[in-house]
């Protein structure tokens, strides 16, 4: 048996992106116990770090061990009971994901669509949930699939006229782009690691608000086997799921540490080294840098002469959208790019599948040199590839946003 070997890609894709060192560094640390104190105050650091990332002060902020759909899961299961309304806002696939967890939580799913590259205006959504009546508000932030930001700011208050509760999955945006959880009154967040955080995915940062916890501790449930006399019975219907139960998680985290799981240790130190990288770096700054390399590389494709996809006004900082030209093979480019240059772009899902390449810029990979490298090496496949573009274009773009010539 031959040890682990990878060529040394470098991923410009929408995620998962090549993870910052130090958080590869921190997650080959050795184990203790679950329940040693060590780990059990690295635990408490980790719900501190992360309510600096959210931008909370909430208190039950912590680790879902799972990838980013754990979360996701975690949020709608615990808080949808069968025949709850829900209205999903769908603008690409991973708001057509949100509805379909919750329709597996036997909810009452309402969706309401725009076409794939625009957002919702905050009046379409009021408007709806008027209409509705839904318990819970739930739409994703940036969507990677159509590369758009659905504004948030106007929501929470929308949602608290009409005493619904918000819940957002913003893994695709977080870190590099704009969040606040309290300013914005956002009920339940969950993300992942692998896009601006910079991460391996396998880790969800969550944060509840007291309206939230409120409403999933009703169904509050102790396992029989560490079950005491001063534990209560819920007064809602028990969670379907045991794993993603987050009243069980949220008793594990905090001061009873009642046994759920076994932390996933390994992932809680790169979680934990994620955070600290982001804010020992300044959320401002990695914001601006996140904005710089968007943009460098926004002009670069259009400089090159091809089309961006969706409209720019609500494009992510983190990755572009860019339409196939009809000459091109879109998936012998992204081969030849990928087998040539060892650097990945995506494709796309749905009615985008091999029409837009997205491009992401975003955490580790949010920098300079890999914006032009990517730039480079694309305008060479392409005209190889027999499409004409002017020579050298794309990264004089990119550079002159780097240098504020533009």
Not at 23 to 45: C, I, K, R, W
Not at 192 to 211: D, T, W
Not at 390 to 397: I, L, M, Q, S
Request: charged share 20%; net charge negative.
């Amino acid at each position: 048996m031959q040890p682990l070997s990878f060529p040394p890609r470098l991923l410009m894709g929408p995620g998962p992106i090549n993870c910052y060192p130090r958080v590869l560094t921190a997650m080959s640390t050795q184990l203790v116990g679950q329940y040693d104190p060590t780990m059990t105050s690295y635990m408490n650091e980790v719900m501190d770090l992360y309510r600096r990332v959210f931008k909370t002060q909430n208190q039950q902020t912590f680790l879902i061990d799972g990838t980013s759909r754990a979360g996701i899961e975690a949020a709608l299961i615990s808080c949808l009971e069968p025949g709850d309304k829900v209205l999903v806002p769908i603008f690409g696939r991973f708001g057509h994901l949100l509805a379909e967890i919750a329709e597996r939580a036997d909810a009452e799913v309402h969706t309401i669509e725009v076409p794939w590259g625009e957002v919702f205006d905050p009046q379409q959504i009021e408007e709806a949930i008027k209409r509705i009546q839904p318990k819970l508000l739930a739409i994703v932030q940036g969507d990677t699939s159509t590369t758009m930001l659905q504004p948030l700011e106007e929501l929470g208050d929308i949602c608290r006229a009409h005493d619904v509760l918000f819940y957002t999955d913003a893994t695709a945006s977080i870190g590099g782009n704009p969040f606040e959880t309290d300013a914005w009154k956002i009920d339940a967040v969950s993300v992942g690691l692998q896009k601006c955080l910079g991460g391996p995915s396998g880790s969800a940062p969550i944060s509840l608000s007291e309206r939230f916890v409120s409403t999933v501790r009703k169904r509050a449930h102790v396992e029989a086997g560490i079950r005491d006399a001063h534990h209560q019975a819920s007064s809602g219907m028990r969670i379907r799921s045991n794993y993603f139960d987050l009243p069980m998680i949220m008793d594990y985290w905090g001061e009873e540490r009642l046994n759920h799981h076994t932390e996933a240790a390994t992932m809680l130190f790169g979680a934990r080294e994620c955070a600290v990288g982001l804010l020992t770096e300044g959320q401002d700054a990695v914001l601006k840098r996140h904005e710089l390399a968007g943009d460098a590389m926004l002009k670069g494709v259009q400089a090159m002469g091809l089309q961006p996809f969706g409209n720019l006004s609500h494009k992510m900082n983190n990755v572009v959208g860019v339409n196939i030209p009809d000459s091109v093979d879109g998936e012998a480019i992204r081969h030849e790019l990928l087998n040539t240059f060892n650097i990945e772009i995506g494709t796309s899902f749905g009615p985008l599948k091999g029409k837009v390449w997205r491009i992401g810029t975003m955490g580790y990979n949010a920098r300079q040199d890999a914006v032009l490298q990517t730039l480079q090496s694309l305008e060479t496949v392409l005209r190889r590839g027999g499409f004409s573009l002017p020579a050298g274009e794309g990264v004089d773009a990119a550079m002159s946003v780097y240098t504020g010539d533009m």
